[in-house]
């Protein structure tokens, strides 16, 4: 952590109010980008959550020790918000629709791989489908493959059997997969 | 390229945009700083608007006012608490407020 971060937390600390007020300015909008792209499509709770991020950051800020740099540290307890919600998400049981058959594992595949080589067009793209995904999928999705935890995790999670965590993203791939084809 | 393969690569490829380019609203901003000294101001007085112009950090005109009080209850207080421009700010995106050194004016232009 820089010395110019230091000083910063410190007069936060002190309980200077300017202190807290460059300490939003300077890293609102790290956690907000992280946030609302995580939540997709809930963005109405986006600014919520963020402003949870804080409180919690304002509470453990006496504890921090500097290892890792302020905005690491202030996304690592976004990411725990972020995957409340996904937990609550994928614990609500009408939260999962059942839209019939589970896609089979060796389902076509016709996802096209140049569509990747562009990362700004593959963003903008992901991004719309997320939004346009049930929430349940959405998240299923994000927690998976963006926050990189293993089905067995979510699964502990939720208090759903791995299969059913499974069953779901295999239902959500089908899903996002029919989004990306078509635009 | 089978399914989870796809989704491995895209999540790789998108990543980097997750912590880039959103700019929280100015609003939000305002919500979040209201929130932080409030929060700040349950378990004691805030550092005395004297000892924050000693650190080297301006204040607003109202507070400029306030720090010549000879009472530590009154130099300790939020008067942002109080204050039109904090309600302007947390509820609109670009409010006509105009104050220097003011937190909320600080939020718009950044």
């Known amino acids: 952590m820089l010395a110019e971060e230091q000083a910063l937390l410190d007069g936060v600390l002190a309980k200077d109010r300017k202190a807290a007020a460059e300490f939003v300015s300077r890293y609102a909008d790290a956690v907000y980008g992280y946030v609302s792209r995580r939540l997709a499509p809930r963005r109405d709770l986006v600014e919520d959550v963020v402003q949870d991020v804080f409180l919690v950051a304002l509470q453990k800020l006496a504890s921090f020790a500097g290892q890792s740099s302020v905005v690491g540290w202030l996304l690592g307890i976004a990411r725990h918000k972020v995957e409340d919600f996904y937990r609550a998400q994928l614990r609500e049981p009408d939260s999962l629709p059942d839209d019939g058959e589970v896609p089979s594992a060796a389902s076509t595949v016709t996802l096209d791989l140049d569509e990747l080589i562009d990362a700004a067009r593959a963003e903008e793209k992901t991004r719309h489908i997320l939004e346009r995904l049930p929430v349940a999928y959405s998240a299923a999705l994000q927690w998976r493959y963006w926050e990189k935890r293993s089905t067995k995790e979510m699964a502990a999670h939720t208090g759903k059997t791995e299969k059913a965590i499974e069953r779901l993203l295999a239902r959500a791939r089908s899903a996002f997969r029919r989004l990306w084809e078509a635009s | ?110």
């Open chain 2, 1 to 110: 390229m089978n399914d989870e393969h796809f989704f491995v690569r895209l999540a790789e490829k998108t990543a980097a945009g997750s912590v880039a380019a959103d700019r929280a609203p100015a609003r939000l901003k305002s919500r979040l700083y209201s929130a932080l000294v409030a929060e700040q101001a349950t378990d004691g007085p805030l550092r005395s608007l004297p000892a924050t112009k000693a650190a080297g950090r301006p204040l607003c005109v109202f507070e400029h006012v306030l720090q010549g009080v000879p009472h530590e209850g009154i130099v300790s207080m939020n008067p942002c608490r109080v204050c039109h421009a904090r309600l302007l700010a947390e509820h609109f995106e670009a409010p006509p407020i105009y104050w220097p050194h003011c937190p909320y004016v600080e939020f718009q232009r950044r």
